[in-house]
T-cell receptor
Framework: GAGVSQTPSNKVTEKGKYVELRCDPI?????LYWYRQSLGQGPEFLIY????????DSGLPNDRFFAVRPEGSVSTLKIQRTERGDSAVYLC??????????????FGPGTRLTVL | DQQVKQNSPSLSVQEGRISILNCDYT??????FLWYKKYPAEGPTFLIS?????DKNEDGRFTVFLNKSAKHLSLHIVPSQPGDSAVYFC???????????FGTGTSLTVIP
C-alpha cells in the first residue's frame, strides 16, 4: 500500500520568500506529525495533528511557521519570510491513532528545503 | 537541551560480526524507546522498540537492551550484513507525550 508521501522532494527558495510543503499521510491515519531535520541532527518535532486540529504545536520555532490539515488527511506546512536557517529536511509522519507507545509513526521521504 | 545523545557519529563493522549502537537519554520519565533506520533520500523506518517495563526485546537479528538505571539504550545487530549500512536513530517518548525525541544518529557501515 501507499506510504506517506511528501511534495516537493526538493525546494530551493530565496530568503524572504513564502513556501508550502505538502504531506499525504497513509490513508486512515488520524495522527500526523511534522519534524525538521537539520544537517547532522536527528529529526526535531514541530507539530502534531489529531484529525483536523493541531493538538500540539509546541515545536514550531516561531510565528513564521504554520501548518494546517483542513480535512483531516493532507497537511501543509507553511513558512513565511524564509531565512537561511530554515534550510533543512522537513519530515512528515503519520500514525493510526494518537501518539502512544503502540502506534508506530511512519515517515515520508522528506522535503529538502534550501533557502539561499 | 539534548534529551537523547548518540555519541558515536559513525561505526564500521565487518560483515558477520556484531554491531552495537548506543544511546543515552537524560529524563527518567521516558517510558518508550525506539530505533529507526534511515537510508539516504528516504524517511526513517521503524526497526524495533522496547517499553520501560522490559530490559530486552529481540526481533530476528536485532536486539534492543534497556538499562533504566543508567538511562542507556543499545541496539545489537548479529550478524551484521552489508544491507544494514544506514544511519540509525534512537528515539524516546513518554506514554502521555505527543512527540518522539530523536538522537543525532549513528552511521553504520558494514564492510563485506
Amino acid at each position: 500500500g501507499a506510504g506517506v508521501s511528501q511534495t516537493p522532494s526538493n525546494k530551493v527558495t530565496e530568503k524572504g520568500k513564502y513556501v508550502e510543503l505538502r504531506c499525504d499521510p497513509i490513508s486512515g491515519h488520524t495522527a500526523l506529525y511534522w519534524y525538521r531535520q537539520s544537517l547532522g541532527q536527528g529529526p526535531e518535532f514541530l507539530i502534531y495533528f489529531q484529525g483536523t486540529g493541531a493538538a500540539d504545536d509546541s515545536g514550531l520555532p516561531n510565528d513564521r511557521f504554520f501548518a494546517v490539515r483542513p480535512e483531516g488527511s493532507v497537511s501543509t506546512l507553511k513558512i513565511q519570510r524564509t531565512e537561511r536557517g530554515d534550510s533543512a529536511v522537513y519530515l512528515c509522519a503519520s500514525s493510526l491513532t494518537g501518539p502512544s507507545s503502540y502506534n508506530e509513526q511512519f515517515f515520508g521521504p522528506g522535503t529538502r528545503l534550501t533557502v539561499l | 537541551d539534548q534529551q537523547v545523545k548518540q555519541n558515536s557519529p559513525s561505526l564500521s563493522v565487518q560483515e558477520g560480526r556484531i554491531s552495537i549502537l548506543n544511546c543515552d537519554y537524560t529524563n527518567s520519565m521516558f517510558d518508550y524507546f525506539l530505533w529507526y533506520k534511515k537510508y539516504p533520500a528516504e524517511g526513517p523506518t521503524f526497526l524495533i522498540s522496547i517499553s520501560s517495563i522490559k530490559d530486552k526485546n529481540e526481533d530476528g537479528r536485532f536486539t534492543v537492551f534497556l538499562n533504566k538505571s543508567a538511562k542507556h539504550l543499545s541496539l545489537h545487530i548479529v550478524p551484521s550484513q552489508p544491507g544494514d549500512s544506514a544511519v540509525y536513530f534512537c528515539a524516546v517518548a513518554t506514554n502521555t507525550g505527543n512527540q518522539f525525541y530523536f538522537g543525532t544518529g549513528t552511521s553504520l557501515t558494514v564492510i563485506p
